[in-house]
């Protein structure tokens, strides 16, 4: 396979360091990470929202986020035990095997409010000061990140496969220990208290992530340019 193959294009620098650490050159390896539809996170102007700059956010309302499937893996539980300590709102969106477990110790400053379509979810990941990504185990290029960036939401990831790379820390969000209930409160709460500049979250991921710039960059490689 890697004789045959000229490069091999990872979604994300985790990946590219697994594929080396397995034994494939690292000289073959190039990150482009992957693309959305911007266009499905912009928001027409309504009542209630800042007019003042090109791109139009909601107002950010008194709660953080989850969205995911609720299982052990992605992180769920550990993110309860950490909100359970806290005064904020916290709105669950999704499903998954560990709903009924989660309901029954959740406090009631946890809101679980099931599967949604994407309309919803915008509204609701869009609406949120922060949106929480506590997975255990390895992602390797989340598109809940960068739909939340998008949206002008930090995002406050665990430091685990493809998800520190997403974030820049203080800036579009901050990371935390996977697995550690402490550390995650703890960020949390400093996440609460930060001041985050939405619009330039916003603006700056639909550059970014937007499939027009992915095309300009994959077509740099597959022309031997280099990214």
């Known amino acids: 396979l890697e004789a045959s193959t000229d490069v091999f294009i990872c979604p994300s620098q985790f990946m590219a360091d697994k594929m080396v650490q397995g ?3 690292k000289s073959k390896m190039r990150t482009l990470c992957n693309f959305i539809d911007v266009e499905k996170c912009k928001y027409a102007p ?3 929202m800042d007019n003042t700059v090109p ?50 110790v959740a406090h009631t400053n946890i809101e679980f409010v099931g599967f949604k379509q994407w309309d919803d979810i915008k509204k609701l990941v869009g609406g ?7 997975s255990e185990w390895y992602e390797n290029n989340p598109l809940s990140v960068i739909e939340a960036e998008c949206l002008g939401t930090p ?22 220990i996977s697995k550690d209930v402490n550390d995650l409160k703890d960020k949390i ?23 027009e710039e992915y095309y300009q960059n994959i077509m740099r490689i597959y022309q031997g340019q280099g990214y």
């Open 23 to 25: 034994g494939f050159s």
């Open 46 to 48: 309504a009542d209630g």
């Open 55 to 104: 791109i139009v956010l909601p107002k950010k309302e008194d709660y953080y986020c989850f969205i995911g499937r609720l299982s052990h893996e992605k992180g769920s539980k550990t993110l309860i035990e950490a909100a359970n300590q806290l005064p904020y709102k916290l709105v669950i969106i999704g499903g998954g095997p560990l709903m009924d477990e989660l309901k029954s």
């Open 128 to 134: 949120a000061r922060v949106s929480v990504i506590p």
């Open 155 to 176: 995002v406050l990831g665990a430091w685990i496969g493809g998800i520190p790379e997403l974030i820049e820390e203080g800036k579009t969000g901050m990371t935390f």
């Open 189 to 211: 709460q400093q996440m609460w208290e930060a001041t985050f500049d939405y619009h330039k979250i916003a603006e700056e991921s639909m550059k970014r992530y937007n499939a």
